[in-house]
């Protein structure tokens, strides 16, 4: 059972992968997918130390949920700051054509909930640590299986993104 666990944790970077392969024609899915991936280095690269921090682990994972919510929200600007540092036209591109999917809309849901979820953990951790209750039954019952939907769900978020960034390049032209 414990395996689905480490299966969907260890998916996020081939999914990520296989988004850039997907829509790498696409520049704002490219910047999307680079800006993400270099998140999730950065959390694989913490992960063996912030694992060994047991009552502040779920904190620390409420954070770097807020930082997966970063590349959504400010791509767009540091696309503008990376052009103006570098004059990259990709950067220029990027800055131009990026709009909220509906993809990146839900995203956002899901690490909100994410949030939601390690901020609850956290405090019954801590409520467990001082021996206010008993049980710290949503870390142990509840959590891992709340976390292991969201995953799925950004999963399948990522690969929609990756499958449908053609046609938003497309209807952007369009529009134009």
Same mark, same amino acid.
């Given at each position: 059972?414990?395996? *689905?666990?480490?299966?969907?944790?260890?998916? #996020?970077?081939? @999914?990520?992968?296989?988004?850039?392969? !997907?829509?790498?024609?696409?520049?704002?899915? %490219?910047?999307?997918?680079?800006?993400?991936?270099?998140? $999730?280095?950065?959390? $694989?690269?913490?992960?063996?130390?912030? *694992?060994?921090? %047991?009552?502040? +682990?779920?904190? /620390?994972?409420?954070?770097?949920? $807020? @930082? /997966?919510?970063?590349?959504?929200?400010?791509?767009?600007?540091?696309?503008?700051?990376? &052009?103006?540092?570098?004059?990259?036209?990709?950067?220029? #591109?990027? &800055?131009?054509?990026?709009?909220?999917?509906?993809?990146?809309?839900?995203?956002?849901?899901?690490?909100? !909930?994410?949030? *939601?979820?390690? !901020?609850?953990?956290?405090?019954?951790?801590?409520? +467990?640590?001082?021996?206010?209750?008993?049980?710290?039954?949503?870390?142990? +019952?509840?959590?891992?299986? @709340?976390?292991?939907? *969201?995953?799925?769900?950004? !999963?399948?978020?990522?690969?929609? +993104?990756?499958?449908?960034?053609?046609?938003?390049?497309?209807?952007?032209?369009?529009?134009?």
């Amino acid at each position: 059972m414990f395996d *689905i666990y480490a299966i969907v944790d260890h998916a #996020q970077p081939l @999914v990520i992968v296989l988004g850039l392969l !997907l829509s790498w024609k696409v520049p704002t899915a %490219r910047w999307f997918f680079l800006s993400y991936l270099a998140v $999730i280095v950065v959390n $694989i690269a913490v992960f063996s130390i912030t *694992i060994e921090w %047991r009552v502040h +682990y779920y904190l /620390f994972q409420a954070f770097v949920n $807020i @930082v /997966f919510i970063l590349p959504i929200v400010y791509r767009r600007d540091l696309a503008l700051f990376l &052009y103006r540092k570098t004059d990259v036209s990709f950067f220029l #591109q990027v &800055y131009e054509k990026q709009r909220l999917s509906s993809q990146e809309c839900m995203i956002l849901l899901v690490f909100a !909930l994410a949030v *939601i979820v390690n !901020l609850v953990t956290w405090l019954e951790v801590l409520a +467990y640590k001082y021996d206010w209750i008993d049980n710290a039954y949503i870390k142990l +019952y509840v959590r891992d299986n @709340v976390v292991l939907f *969201i995953q799925l769900l950004l !999963l399948g978020c990522l690969l929609s +993104y990756a499958k449908k960034a053609e046609a938003r390049e497309l209807n952007y032209e369009k529009t134009r």
